[in-house]
């Protein structure tokens, strides 16, 4: 989000849409992590029902695509990615860049985490 309302700062033409669609991010990506696949992986483990796993490997599925997407940043979507890290610095906004290439960075540090786990909840515990 921080990237983004630097990005608007910075004269971007979707800089608004960037900003309003990452500030809807926070509440809908932090409660549907929480239940769409952090609980259902919990009570997958703890009660050991497939139908938990299911659901786990569905959303978490869902969630890694959704890190690629907002790693490429396609402009209007809230992301701060590598299109408008690009975009950003070949227009001499170097604070924005910067910005956009801490969230890059973010978003892949985050999605590989997340695909480990995906991958550790597959294979079983070790």
Known sequence: ???????????????????????????????ASFFLWYMPIYKG?????ALFYYIYFFFCGWHLLFSIYMIIGIPSTGSA???????????????????GIVASVGWTLQGVG?????????????
């Not at 227009?91 to 910005?99: D, F």
């Open 1 to 31: 989000m921080v990237a983004c309302i630097f990005i608007l700062i910075a004269g971007s033409s979707d800089g608004g849409k960037d900003l309003g669609a990452s500030i809807g991010y926070i509440p809908i990506i932090g409660l």
């Open 114 to 126: 997340n695909l480990i786990c995906y991958r550790q909840a597959h294979l079983g515990p070790p």
């Open 45 to 49: 483990y703890m009660k050991e029902q």
């Open 81 to 99: 990615g590598i299109i408008q890290t690009i975009s950003m610095l070949s227009r001499k906004h170097i604070v924005a860049g910067v910005l």
